[in-house]
């Protein structure tokens, strides 16, 4: 079955204390985003990447990292979490950089005390 | 700037009842327009891509349609399991790897 999928599904963590989270993708696709979605403010893109090792801020970059050594994988790399932080988070991917709708995973909760 | 607005917030609808929502958007130069539905604690589902104005797209009791200032998203004689939130995102012409989401329309339908 085609989809994304992203590990942990919930998380809950304290100020400050590293995390990863996961997120593969079984279709060969090249494109793949994080965004996180707040109340009210929607889905708002963090970083995105157009290929293995070609990553790029979206509008919400501050405070993440991500990599993208595998065409598959794209984790989100949370290296000093602070309460702001706590929110939905969706990885999603998409064939291309210029074609095509994004796929997304099934989202993970994060909440930063 | 980039933007996408979203109306009304939140809609009740009786089942049969039909509607539209709203999404208005202002991008230097629009690639796509995108509808998604979202399930609640699911991720956005795909439903739709429109590429000019004049365009429109149906799928069983949706039909989006697209100007150049404005998408709606028709739902004809709606039925409860139509209910979910309907997203609505803007993709630019001059920088295809950004897409800008709107906050959602969450859409109840009553039996």
Redesign the interface.
């Known amino acids: 079955e085609a989809q994304v999928t992203q590990n942990p599904r919930y998380l809950i963590t304290v100020t400050g204390k590293k995390l990863t989270v996961t997120c593969s993708q079984n279709m060969n696709h090249e494109y793949m985003s994080w965004y996180r979605q707040d109340p009210g403010l929607g889905l708002r893109q963090i970083y995105y990447s157009m290929n293995v090792e070609v990553t790029d801020k979206g509008d919400v970059p501050e405070g993440y990292k991500v990599s993208r050594k595998e065409k598959r994988n794209f984790p989100l790399i949370l290296e000093s979490p602070s309460p702001n932080q706590t929110s939905l988070y969706f990885c999603a991917s998409r064939p291309g950089t210029g074609v095509g709708e994004q796929y997304f995973g099934p989202g993970t909760r994060l909440t930063v005390t | 700037e980039d933007q996408?607005t979203q109306s009304p917030e939140a809609l009740r609808l009786q089942e049969g009842e039909s509607s539209s929502l709203n999404c208005s958007y202002t991008v230097s130069g629009l690639?796509g327009l995108?509808w998604?539905r979202q399930d609640p604690?699911?991720?956005?589902?795909?439903l739709f891509?429109l590429y000019s104005a004049g365009e429109e797209k149906e799928k069983e009791r949706l039909k989006a349609t697209l100007t150049k200032k404005e998408s709606f998203l028709h739902i004809t004689a709606p039925k409860p399991e139509d209910s979910a939130t309907y997203?609505c995102?803007v993709q630019n012409q001059g920088d295809?790897?950004?897409?800008?989401?709107?906050?959602?329309t969450k859409l109840n339908v009553k039996p």
């Open positions: 996408v690639r995108f998604y604690g699911k991720g956005p589902e795909f891509t997203l995102a295809f790897n950004k897409f800008y989401f709107g906050s959602g």
